[in-house]
């Protein structure tokens, strides 16, 4: 018989759920929760009071929904933000994003060329490193996975700047990118196609050369604002 649930308002169901059905399963980064039928079996609650809970989690960035796939873990290391972005991501064009995506990005990566600790490369060379493992997965929570390693990636990036600023402002457009990355990088090459600029990117950076790091990254950011048009195009 399940433990009774729910007698606390909104945020301390929400509180109790999690530690009921993701810590107690110690669920991980990019895992997909039961269903709503079965968590609502679970916690002994109306499929309502389930949805009410997702929502909750979903507004603190604990997970992902993805209408027709499920709802997934996001990394905790991506902090959900409540910036304009995140409420007016879909009025946003693309070329609106990547304007400012290469304002921050190009120049991130050239100080990243100059400043990086034998830490940065590290950090970096592990995160590519698991994109590559990700590459071939088909299954659905690998696109989450390897779309959360990219935000990862370039987020490190922005942390090898040394300049406390950079990561700050890349965090506020993560939402949005994440969403926007979301049917590109099920395009057939579209992982791999990203993968091999990040590998260029990681040499730029370790042989300290700033002019190529940034030529190399207005490449993969000119090819990436391509494609997302391209498949936003598609959509409509």
């Given amino acids: 018989m399940s433990r009774r649930f729910g007698r606390g308002g909104p945020s301390g169901r929400a509180e109790e759920a999690w530690t009921r059905i993701v810590e107690e399963a110690h669920l991980a980064t990019g895992d997909r929760l039961p269903s709503e039928r079965q968590l609502a ?91 590559q493992a990700l590459v071939q997965e088909t299954r659905t929570d690998s696109f989450l996975q390897f779309i959360q390693v990219d935000q990862l990636f370039h987020r490190a990036i922005q942390e090898a700047t040394h300049n406390p600023l950079y990561p700050v402002l890349f965090q506020a457009l993560s939402p949005v990118l994440e969403k926007v990355s979301w049917n590109a990088s099920r395009r057939t090459g579209a992982r791999q196609h990203a993968l091999d600029y990040h590998r260029k990117i990681v040499r730029a950076i370790q042989q300290k050369n700033p002019d190529l790091g940034a030529a190399v990254m207005e490449l993969h950011l000119s090819d990436a604002e391509e494609l997302l048009t391209a498949v936003l195009a598609g959509e409509e």
């Fill in 41 to 131: 079996v679970s916690l002994d609650v109306s499929r309502g009071t389930v949805r009410e809970i997702l929502k909750a989690w979903e507004a603190q960035g604990r997970v992902v929904i993805r209408p027709g796939a499920g709802c997934f873990l996001r990394d905790r290391h991506l902090p959900h933000s409540e910036h304009v972005l995140e409420v007016f991501g879909e009025k946003l064009r693309v070329m609106d994003i990547f304007e400012v995506r290469r304002g921050l990005e190009v120049t991130g990566v050239r100080l990243a060329a100059i400043r990086a600790s034998e830490e940065d490369l590290t950090r970096l060379g592990q995160l590519v490193d698991r994109m």
